[in-house]
């Protein structure tokens, strides 16, 4: 090529992306455009496998597509009429059938699956993928002991198909903690191959590689840049899905993200601040859904360890001192579940979250506040994760606002979202704003965590109370012995005694916003509030 | 020259040791607990030391400085653990991209500035000189993440003739081979057309912004700087001996007018890096400065010890190459050293 040549073509090409760039798309290029799902979000996985150490949440996301787990959950008709996760109904995944009795449940395995490598999927991977889950330590570990789920003795292969599961306790809740994403099976043979005498379970290589049997596979990774996956075409463990390819682009502007859903380029996002959901959902060009996080509130915490919040008529005061509906209005622009305002007479209802009995009624507070000692308020700071700020901060303002009408002064304290866990395993602030989900949706489960005097990090307020522990405990007891009675009557007992008690109090119930074109379908509300790209359709 | 050069290079040293420790102990004072930030949401106490110690932290800081001198001697700056990769292989992945797109910008506001700048000091008070004024106040005066979002607000959004801002490439365009790191050079290498308007067009909006920011400084500097040189007795005598202006201008003034311009163009570089933070987020661009930033905010401090060194090392490696440009520009530096 000359040289001459060679300029004209560099200029042509120059002024052509100068004035018609999207306009000179190849063919190709718009057919794998109409094949591929991209989707944008602020990060990114630091980690391809929930084992490992420090995964984060979009972690969790790769792990839920690429690899499959014995059971899985069957749908039913969500809040806001899509399709949602039934909590009570199981459905085969890798297993094709499962049998349970007093003890144990055994699991048969599908005959015909493999890994992404072509090779079988059998019983052994299974146990040997169960017993990392409960060796590595750190989170997986953790939520595996939540269904108790404690010991690779366990896990009993019985044949080269078939897999049993000990109980090492009644708890109804080992069944329900062998379909979330933890309890995946890893292509054993694959992984120890890559596996070191520092690193006996191959940490290091599923970091980097899915070695699953999933609907998807990792294609290439870029970290902190892009995501891309194939669907498997050799899946059995469900339906084929419909999208041969995702995309997935880290895009840290919000404002960028939201312009590239509506002039079209991206499918979907879901992490965008509630304003700009909200004016989506009236421009009405694109599918907006919201749904309440299951088994999650957002709430205001107080350390009752210390005066004056050691003060149970103190904290009834802050809580009949909150500006709720203020909060719902210009913090949240609607899109969240109230938390407040039930009627009095005490909680009717087994279930969690519930709305509090408590309202706006600021002579009320000041009334209470006199009685326990503090006609005059006090000073105090309300601290908040400043990587949740577009939320924490106007909540924290009106918070802050609302107290001073009452005589408390507060001084508000941004944490860096860095520093936020290891403020709140301290336990010493005073007061402060955050929020807790857990993925196993009983109300038991998130008491035992939040309000249990084991006095877990989630127990963020270091709330001890005998009474709380007696009723938890007794909750935990008659659902493993299938009491529905008794138990519905510990639940509701001790959903009165954190309304009454106070020790935190619940702000609202935060929505799951997802924002995709109208030519996307099929999403489904997961416990873990992630993508399953399984179930979606672009036409 | 060579004497020269490795004086110079004998003199980074210090500065180089220097920016190993401050780069360490800062990353340590740093509020925010690794461990617990990365043992996760569901962390006990027990899971947050488990996590300290694979990752060395629960060992007093001299003996934590050591290794971390003894890795950097062998090249390894530790892992990430926000991306979960060596810093390393980050760095390497990611410089290319931060220095395609500062030295674009770079460019690109040489190009208007210089000519601008001469422009306005050769027809002082006319037109020129006051759009000049008022292109220079205005670039230096728009915060570059406004500008960023502004453009990307008229160019993609409004008027649609910029590709969506997602980085180095389109999102369906694969990348040329690697040879330089750089995509429009690599592109070209490779001839492939269609990768090279891509990110000709990807690269097109953050450079305007860029050299938007930078425009303010080196057009003002070569203003001054040639008005300083054009009445000076030289130029005097040429035009007095009917030389033609054009010659005048640029070859006698403008070449004496230069030194100030390289002097502000290091500088300008500098902060172009810096600026080059909030340009990387608001394109999604996959540079180091996004990198650091994010690394930061999880307290993630291989990263970060990592960056400072890179940038430290770059800015050491363009102070040396300016210095000796002026040998090149100015032949009299040459003699008194």
């Given at each position: 090529?000359?040289?001459?040549?060679?300029?004209?073509?560099?200029?042509?090409a120059?002024?052509?992306?100068?004035?018609?760039?999207?306009?000179?798309?190849?063919?190709?290029?718009?057919?794998?455009?109409?094949?591929?799902?991209?989707?944008?979000?602020?990060?990114?996985?630091?980690?391809?496998?929930i084992?490992?150490?420090?995964?984060?949440?979009?972690?969790?996301?790769?792990?839920?597509?690429?690899?499959?787990?014995?059971?899985?959950?069957?749908?039913?008709?969500?809040?806001?009429?899509?399709?949602?996760y039934?909590?009570?109904?199981f459905?085969?995944?890798?297993?094709?059938?499962?049998?349970l009795?007093?003890?144990?449940v055994?699991f048969?395995?599908?005959?015909?699956?493999?890994?992404?490598?072509?090779?079988?999927?059998?019983?052994?991977?299974?146990?040997?993928?169960?017993?990392?889950?409960?060796?590595?330590?750190?989170?997986p570990?953790?939520?595996?002991?939540?269904?108790?789920?404690?010991?690779?003795?366990?896990?009993?292969?019985?044949?080269?198909?078939?897999?049993?599961?000990?109980?090492?306790?009644?708890?109804?809740?080992?069944?329900?903690?062998?379909?979330?994403?933890?309890?995946?099976?890893?292509?054993?043979?694959?992984?120890?191959?890559?596996?070191?005498?520092?690193?006996?379970?191959?940490?290091?290589?599923?970091?980097?590689n899915?070695?699953g049997?999933?609907?998807?596979?990792?294609?290439?990774?870029t970290?902190?840049?892009?995501?891309?996956?194939?669907r498997?075409e050799?899946?059995?463990?469900?339906?084929?899905?419909?999208?041969?390819?995702?995309?997935?682009?880290?895009?840290?502007?919000?404002?960028?993200?939201r312009?590239?859903?509506?002039?079209?380029?991206?499918?979907?996002?879901?992490?965008?601040?509630?304003?700009?959901?909200?004016?989506?959902?009236?421009?009405?060009?694109?599918?907006?859904?919201?749904t309440?996080?299951?088994?999650g509130?957002?709430?205001?915490?107080?350390n009752?360890?210390?005066?004056?919040?050691?003060?149970?008529?103190?904290?009834q005061?802050?809580?009949?001192?909150?500006?709720?509906?203020?909060?719902?209005?210009?913090?949240?622009?609607?899109?969240?579940?109230p938390?407040?305002?039930?009627?009095?007479?005490?909680?009717?209802?087994?279930?969690?979250?519930?709305?509090?009995?408590?309202?706006?009624?600021i002579?009320?507070?000041?009334?209470?506040?006199?009685?326990?000692?503090?006609?005059?308020?006090?000073?105090?700071?309300?601290?908040f994760?400043?990587?949740?700020?577009?939320?924490?901060?106007?909540?924290?303002?009106?918070?802050?606002?609302?107290?001073?009408?009452?005589?408390i002064?507060?001084?508000?304290?941004?944490?860096?979202?860095?520093?936020?866990?290891?403020?709140?395993?301290?336990?010493?602030?005073?007061?402060?704003?955050?929020?807790?989900?857990g993925?196993?949706?009983?109300?038991?489960?998130?008491f035992?965590?939040?309000?249990?005097?084991?006095?877990?990090?989630?127990?963020?307020?270091?709330?001890?109370?005998?009474?709380?522990?007696?009723?938890?405990?007794?909750?935990?007891?008659t659902?493993?012995?299938?009491?529905?009675?008794?138990?519905?009557?510990?639940?509701?007992?001790?959903?009165?005694l954190?309304?009454?008690?106070?020790?935190?109090?619940?702000?609202?119930?935060p929505?799951?916003?997802?924002?995709?074109?109208?030519?996307?379908?099929?999403?489904?509300?997961?416990?873990?509030r992630?993508?399953?790209?399984?179930?979606?359709v672009?036409? | 020259?060579?004497?020269?050069?490795?004086?110079?290079?004998?003199?980074?040293?210090?500065?180089?040791?220097?920016?190993?420790?401050?780069?360490?102990?800062?990353?340590?004072?740093?509020?925010?607990?690794?461990?617990?930030?990365?043992?996760?949401?569901?962390?006990?106490?027990q899971?947050?030391?488990?996590?300290?110690?694979?990752?060395?932290l629960?060992?007093?800081?001299?003996?934590?400085?050591?290794?971390?001198?003894?890795?950097?001697?062998?090249?390894?700056?530790?892992?990430?653990l926000?991306?979960?990769?060596?810093?390393?292989?980050?760095?390497?992945?990611?410089?290319?991209?931060?220095?395609?797109?500062?030295?674009?910008?770079?460019?690109?506001?040489?190009?208007?500035?210089?000519?601008?700048?001469?422009?306005?000091?050769?027809?002082?008070?006319s037109?020129?000189?006051?759009?000049?004024?008022?292109?220079?106040?205005?670039?230096?005066?728009?915060p570059?993440?406004?500008?960023?979002?502004?453009?990307?607000?008229?160019?993609?959004?409004?008027w649609?003739?910029?590709?969506?801002?997602?980085?180095?490439?389109?999102?369906?365009?694969?990348?040329?081979?690697?040879?330089?790191?750089?995509?429009?050079?690599?592109?070209?290498?490779?001839?492939?057309?269609?990768?090279?308007?891509?990110?000709?067009?990807?690269?097109?909006?953050?450079g305007?912004?860029?050299?938007?920011?930078?425009?303010?400084?080196?057009?003002?500097i070569?203003?001054?700087?040639?008005?300083?040189?054009?009445?000076?007795?030289?130029?005097r005598?040429?035009r007095?001996?009917?030389?033609?202006?054009?010659?005048?201008?640029?070859?006698?003034?403008?070449r004496?007018?230069?030194?100030?311009?390289?002097?502000?163009?290091?500088?300008?570089?500098?902060?172009?890096?810096?600026?080059?933070?909030?340009?990387?987020?608001?394109?999604?661009?996959?540079?180091?400065?996004?990198?650091?930033?994010?690394?930061?905010?999880?307290?993630?401090?291989?990263?970060?010890?990592g960056?400072?060194?890179?940038?430290?090392?770059?800015y050491?490696?363009?102070?040396?190459?300016?210095?000796?440009?002026?040998?090149?520009?100015?032949p009299?530096l040459?003699s008194?050293?």
């Amino acid at each position: 090529m000359d040289r001459r040549k060679f300029l004209k073509n560099a200029g042509a090409a120059a002024a052509a992306s100068g004035v018609s760039a999207p306009a000179v798309i190849t063919s190709a290029m718009a057919q794998s455009r109409a094949e591929t799902l991209l989707i944008v979000s602020e990060s990114g996985p630091n980690n391809l496998d929930i084992h490992g150490v420090g995964t984060n949440v979009p972690g969790y996301e790769v792990s839920w597509n690429c690899y499959d787990r014995l059971i899985s959950h069957e749908m039913k008709t969500g809040p806001s009429g899509q399709p949602y996760y039934d909590r009570e109904k199981f459905k085969p995944e890798l297993a094709e059938d499962m049998n349970l009795s007093k003890d144990s449940v055994t699991f048969k395995l599908r005959k015909n699956a493999t890994f992404h490598d072509g090779a079988p999927v059998t019983a052994k991977d299974v146990k040997w993928s169960l017993d990392r889950a409960v060796s590595v330590g750190g989170f997986p570990t953790f939520q595996m002991k939540a269904g108790s789920l404690e010991k690779p003795e366990q896990f009993v292969v019985v044949d080269d198909h078939t897999i049993r599961v000990d109980f090492l306790r009644p708890d109804r809740l080992t069944i329900p903690d062998l379909a979330v994403i933890v309890p995946c099976v890893i292509n054993s043979e694959l992984v120890k191959k890559n596996a070191t005498a520092a690193d006996p379970w191959g940490l290091e290589y599923t970091k980097q590689n899915t070695a699953g049997s999933g609907a998807y596979k990792v294609t290439k990774w870029t970290p902190g840049t892009e995501v891309v996956l194939e669907r498997n075409e050799a899946w059995v463990s469900g339906k084929k899905p419909a999208i041969p390819r995702i995309i997935w682009r880290m895009v840290p502007s919000a404002g960028n993200r939201r312009a590239l859903l509506e002039r079209g380029d991206a499918d979907i996002s879901y992490d965008l601040p509630n304003k700009d959901f909200v004016e989506l959902k009236e421009s009405n060009k694109l599918s907006i859904i919201s749904t309440p996080y299951s088994n999650g509130i957002q709430y205001l915490g107080m350390n009752v360890t210390k005066a004056p919040f050691d003060n149970p008529k103190v904290r009834q005061a802050v809580a009949y001192a909150v500006p709720y509906q203020k909060i719902m209005d210009a913090a949240l622009f609607g899109l969240s579940k109230p938390m407040f305002g039930a009627s009095p007479g005490g909680v009717k209802e087994a279930v969690w979250p519930q709305a509090a009995p408590y309202n706006t009624d600021i002579a009320k507070a000041k009334a209470l506040l006199a009685e326990a000692g503090y006609p005059n308020g006090f000073e105090t700071t309300l601290s908040f994760d400043l990587g949740f700020a577009g939320i924490n901060e106007p909540v924290c303002v009106l918070v802050q606002e609302s107290l001073a009408l009452i005589g408390i002064k507060t001084t508000i304290n941004k944490i860096p979202g860095a520093n936020w866990r290891t403020e709140l395993n301290k336990k010493e602030m005073p007061l402060f704003t955050n929020v807790f989900s857990g993925w196993l949706d009983y109300p038991e489960y998130f008491f035992f965590w939040c309000y249990d005097g084991s006095n877990s990090v989630f127990n963020t307020m270091s709330y001890k109370n005998a009474e709380m522990d007696k009723l938890i405990a007794g909750a935990r007891a008659t659902a493993a012995a299938g009491d529905k009675a008794a138990y519905e009557q510990n639940v509701k007992g001790f959903v009165d005694l954190a309304f009454s008690d106070v020790p935190r109090i619940p702000l609202f119930q935060p929505y799951v916003n997802i924002a995709m074109q109208k030519n996307v379908t099929g999403y489904q509300y997961w416990f873990h509030r992630r993508l399953d790209y399984r179930a979606l359709v672009k036409a | 020259m060579l004497k020269v050069l490795f004086g110079r290079i004998l003199t980074t040293i210090p500065a180089l040791i220097g920016v190993v420790v401050v780069s360490f102990l800062l990353t340590r004072v740093l509020p925010g607990d690794t461990a617990a930030y990365f043992a996760g949401p569901a962390a006990t106490p027990q899971a947050i030391e488990e996590v300290k110690k694979k990752l060395g932290l629960d060992r007093p800081l001299p003996e934590q400085f050591r290794r971390y001198v003894v890795d950097l001697s062998h090249g390894d700056l530790g892992q990430s653990l926000t991306t979960g990769q060596p810093v390393v292989a980050d760095l390497k992945a990611r410089l290319p991209a931060s220095a395609e797109l500062t030295l674009f910008g770079l460019i690109l506001s040489l190009l208007i500035a210089v000519p601008l700048g001469i422009l306005a000091a050769v027809k002082q008070g006319s037109f020129i000189d006051h759009a000049c004024r008022a292109i220079a106040t205005a670039g230096v005066s728009l915060p570059v993440f406004f500008t960023g979002l502004l453009l990307v607000y008229l160019f993609y959004f409004i008027w649609q003739i910029s590709p969506a801002p997602l980085g180095r490439l389109d999102v369906f365009a694969s990348a040329p081979p690697t040879v330089t790191g750089f995509y429009l050079i690599d592109s070209l290498l490779a001839r492939d057309w269609e990768a090279f308007r891509s990110s000709l067009a990807q690269l097109a909006l953050p450079g305007i912004t860029l050299a938007i920011f930078s425009l303010a400084p080196i057009a003002r500097i070569t203003r001054a700087s040639m008005l300083a040189v054009l009445s000076m007795d030289f130029v005097r005598t040429a035009r007095a001996s009917g030389l033609p202006a054009r010659k005048v201008v640029m070859t006698y003034a403008f070449r004496n007018a230069m030194l100030p311009v390289i002097t502000t163009l290091g500088m300008v570089f500098s902060f172009l890096l810096g600026a080059n933070v909030l340009v990387e987020k608001v394109f999604a661009w996959p540079g180091v400065g996004s990198y650091a930033v994010e690394a930061l905010i999880a307290s993630d401090f291989a990263p970060v010890q990592g960056f400072v060194l890179a940038m430290a090392i770059l800015y050491i490696a363009l102070n040396l190459m300016i210095d000796l440009s002026y040998r090149l520009i100015d032949p009299r530096l040459e003699s008194t050293t």
